[in-house]
């Protein structure tokens, strides 16, 4: 028999105490200021950077554990931390795994180091696909690139909206319709370099949860850039629209491979959602423990106890199936029944219905800024929404199961 085990191997352990080190000395204490203040939280970033927690080696060193579970154990403790400023410290990982996925050797060499900077300097990257037509429905996109032969410049113009870290970034991932009759399949991922003329930020958004992270707006006005920055290089992107152009004159439908991306990279967020979850979770358990009322600890009655024990067996089931499509993607398990998409989406359930529970518990005192939970739930809202709304991971998860085109 092989050793099969679901316990974290010795230096998965060493990681996990470190990065939740971090968490609850840094990023807890700091937590309610930068969610009032509704700012990218700097001295957080930089406290992350002088240790190595910002930086690229260190998500190198996450990406390529060989198990998978080294990304999901960072995110689950920073998250754990504070969601807000969690998405702060991670946000640059959403456009460097876009150039991961995209990009060549040389692409990924060139800008993935300018997105992290120094902890002398530190720098942002933002990814931007999302339009105001565009959300779920990421084929109606807009914002158009032009390849000028002349200059051998593409030309992008466009307007992105709720790019984390929008406009205040260094480096922007722009997704672009390049021949827009063939829908998703005629798109392609630009570099846009720090300073390039013509990018600028439009509207910051005022958000109900996550306020320590900037969403913002990303205007695209005639924005050139050297043809080396588009992802994956000119000759691919020309053969992939070739067989795109093949496929759609004979209406073959094709495996998009962003779909196999998105489900690598799903339960990331799912491992996000899951530590809010577990911070709310430990508030209510402490608080029912110690809450008396009728003469005895409001965890007695089996209404509390319960619902705190549901609240433990859905973290954990979340915690496994993010675990297990970690897994998978790193042993190139193919995702037959979408289980990048199920993980993320109950996971994002779990962490609404848990911090939603945890608030009822608290009673009063779960309504008010001088407990994290209100602050946790906020926080827990944007987990059922973005990365794909739970509605679009069912949809994904039906397609799958059922090889039906299910709308
Ligand atoms: C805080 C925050 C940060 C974000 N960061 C980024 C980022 O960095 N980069 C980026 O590109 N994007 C980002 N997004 C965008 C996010 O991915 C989108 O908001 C999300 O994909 C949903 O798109 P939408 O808001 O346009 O909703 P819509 O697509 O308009 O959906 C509205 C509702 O209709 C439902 N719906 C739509 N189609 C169907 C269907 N076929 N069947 C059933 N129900 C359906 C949805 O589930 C949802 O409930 C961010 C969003 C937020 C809120």
């Not at 406290?47 to 260190?58: C, N, P, T, V």
């Not at 152009?245 to 339960?267: D, Q, V």
């Not at 423990?289 to 024990?309: H, Y």
């Amino acid at each position: 028999m092989g050793d099969s085990t679901l316990e974290l191997n010795d230096d998965q352990v060493q990681l996990r105490d470190w990065v939740h080190g971090f968490a609850a000395d840094v990023m807890r204490p700091a937590a309610a200021e930068w969610d009032e203040r509704e700012e990218t939280p700097w001295p957080v970033l930089r406290e992350a950077a002088r240790i190595g927690l910002y930086s690229m080696d260190f998500y190198a060193q996450c990406y390529f554990d060989p198990t998978g579970l080294g990304v999901p154990v960072v995110m689950e403790e920073l998250f754990w931390g504070d969601a807000g400023i969690g998405l702060s410290v991670v946000g640059t990982t959403l456009a460097a795994v876009g150039v991961l996925a995209n990009g060549t050797e040389e692409q990924i060499g060139e800008w993935v180091p300018q997105m992290f900077g120094t902890p002398d300097d530190i720098k942002l990257a933002a990814f931007c696909s999302s339009e105001p037509d565009a959300g779920s429905d990421v084929s109606a996109m807009r914002t158009r690139a032009r390849y000028d032969g002349a200059t051998d410049e593409w030309v992008l113009n466009g307007t992105k909206t709720w790019a984390t870290n929008g406009g205040l970034a260094d480096v922007h991932v722009v997704v672009a319709s390049v021949e827009p009759e063939l829908g998703a399949r005629g798109q392609a991922s630009f570099v846009v370099p720090p300073g390039t003329r013509g990018l600028s930020q439009g509207q910051k958004f005022k958000k109900h949860g996550i306020r320590a992270s900037h969403t913002a707006e990303v205007v695209l006005d005639d924005v050139r850039v050297p043809g080396r920055c588009l992802l994956g290089g000119k000759e691919n992107l020309d053969a992939r629209l070739a067989r795109a152009r093949e496929r759609s004159a004979t209406g073959e439908r094709s495996r998009n491979a962003a779909m196999a991306t998105f489900e690598a990279s799903r339960p990331a967020v799912g491992a996000q959602a899951v530590g809010i979850a577990r911070a709310a979770y430990e508030v209510a358990l402490d608080y029912a423990r110690t809450r008396v009322q009728f003469g005895r600890p409001i965890i007695e009655n089996q209404g509390i106890a319960f619902q705190l024990a549901d609240m433990r067996t859905r973290i954990d089931a979340a915690r496994l199936l993010v675990w297990r499509a970690s897994w998978m993607a790193v042993a190139g398990k193919p995702f037959t029944a979408a289980e990048g998409s199920m993980s993320k989406l109950y996971a994002g359930e779990t962490a609404r219905w848990v911090t939603a529970q945890a608030m009822q518990i608290l009673g009063g005192n779960g309504f008010t800024r001088e407990y994290p939970v209100e602050r946790m739930h906020r926080d827990a809202a944007v987990y059922t929404i973005f990365e794909g709304t739970s509605e679009i991971q069912r949809l994904v998860i039906a397609r799958a199961l059922s090889g039906m085109p299910i709308r």
